[in-house]
């Protein structure tokens, strides 16, 4: 066993940690933050020295690393800072169906834009009448005319959304067969295909820079070309896919928790109470203590989760594990930082606050917290 990175692996780190500590402006981020607004720029800097792309195939632009490598980067983003680190590590989100299922042709259309940074994408699964973690069953509708699919629904919740240059959609193309997620299919949709409408949501809790929005399919016209894998397998392709995903968030909310334990240590070193650091006050410096721990603890079991998938061992339980761990971590550290820093703690410019709204997400997109513990139930049953 060897609990080190790689000089590879330190080295993306360290470049990652350097373009964050230029661009990442604490002023910017609070700006972005009020105004909802995607930080492009950022974005397409990202993109271009490679961060956006880890795991892309270098034959489309990527540069051919694993899940360690993307988590090391999206970790660091995330600890500089919530909000930006999350918008940008998910700017090529969805693309991943592309790289796993899609056709040599989707591969040579949307991979290599995606890499460059001028492509932005999405994955549509949740529905406003249907849980989020629930994508057995779908509303919205793929029904074929001749060599036509037309698809029909309303998605809601999705990343990216109103920036998307194309949407990855989980549809139901056959109502009839039971279970009915035996009869779901993924299709690839271009933003500008006519009957595709989308609506940013305004006024989240946290995340505000990684918009959000609702995605309207009125009679969205599609071919079998744009069919992403096999036709009415797109739901073991999704498990598939959030099985990876997962992991990521599980990086997210490491390198959140991170952060903000690193705002509140330093804070608790230079703030004097009763003569001395609060640092040297058991119940906050025990508390610091107790919070590097488990987030050291989450960052491990988060790679173990990353290790396992880049070795082709994918386990869903330990996937299950990390992100609903390391989400548990960052909701807790960064709650525990607003308090050590006291009323400043919640005042913005302070930055914790932004990093615990930013932190709750993490437990629940890519499947709540709940689901995760009833996923890691299912399979220590299979187990024992």
Not at 43 to 49: E, P, R, T, V
Request: proline share 3%; charged share 25%; hydrophobic share 40%.
């Amino acid at each position: 066993m060897n609990f080190e990175l790689t000089e590879e692996q330190l080295s993306i780190k360290n470049a990652v940690k350097e373009f964050c500590k230029k661009e990442f402006q604490p002023e910017l981020a609070l700006e972005l933050d009020k105004k909802e607004e995607f930080p492009l720029k950022l974005y397409k800097k990202a993109a271009k020295l490679g961060f956006t792309s880890l795991f892309f195939p270098q034959e489309y632009g990527g540069q051919g690393f694993g899940l360690i490598e993307t988590c090391l980067a999206i970790e660091e983003m995330c600890r500089s800072d919530s909000s930006l680190g999350v918008a940008i590590s998910v700017g090529p989100f969805g693309s991943e169906f592309i790289v796993e299922f899609g056709t040599k042709a989707q591969k040579e259309k949307y991979l290599p834009s995606i890499c460059k940074g001028d492509y932005i994408s999405a994955a549509a699964f949740t529905e406003p009448n249907v849980s989020g973690s629930d994508i057995t069953r779908m509303e919205t509708t793929a029904t074929k005319y001749g060599d036509e699919w037309w698809i029909n629904g309303t998605k809601t919740f999705i990343s990216n959304a109103p920036i998307a240059d194309f949407v990855v959609v989980l549809t139901q193309t056959d109502t009839k067969v039971r279970p009915t997620y035996r009869g779901e299919t993924l299709f690839v949709v271009d933003k500008d295909t006519p009957g595709l409408e989308t609506t940013k949501l305004h006024n989240k809790m946290g995340i505000r820079c990684s918009v959000t929005g609702e995605i309207h399919f009125d009679n969205v016209k599609v071919t079998d070309l744009q069919i992403v894998g096999e036709l009415n397998r797109g739901f073991y392709h999704s498990m598939e896919f959030f099985d990876k995903t997962r992991v990521g968030v599980a990086a997210q909310a490491v390198g959140m928790a991170q952060g903000a334990w690193e705002i509140a240590f330093k804070y608790s070193k230079e703030r004097e109470a009763f003569g001395q650091p609060i640092l040297q006050h058991e119940l906050i410096g025990c508390g610091l203590a107790e919070a590097i721990t488990k987030i050291e603890a989450a960052r491990w079991l988060t790679y173990r989760a990353a290790w396992l998938i880049d070795e082709g061992k994918m386990d869903p339980m330990i996937t299950a594990m990390a992100k609903q761990y390391a989400s548990k971590v960052a909701v807790e550290t960064t709650d525990f930082a607003i308090q050590t820093l006291g009323a400043y703690g919640y005042l913005a410019e302070y930055r914790v606050e932004k990093f615990h709204r930013d932190a709750k997400i993490t437990e629940i997109y890519e499947g709540t917290s709940e689901i995760q513990k009833l996923t890691v139930l299912k399979y220590l049953l299979r187990k024992f």
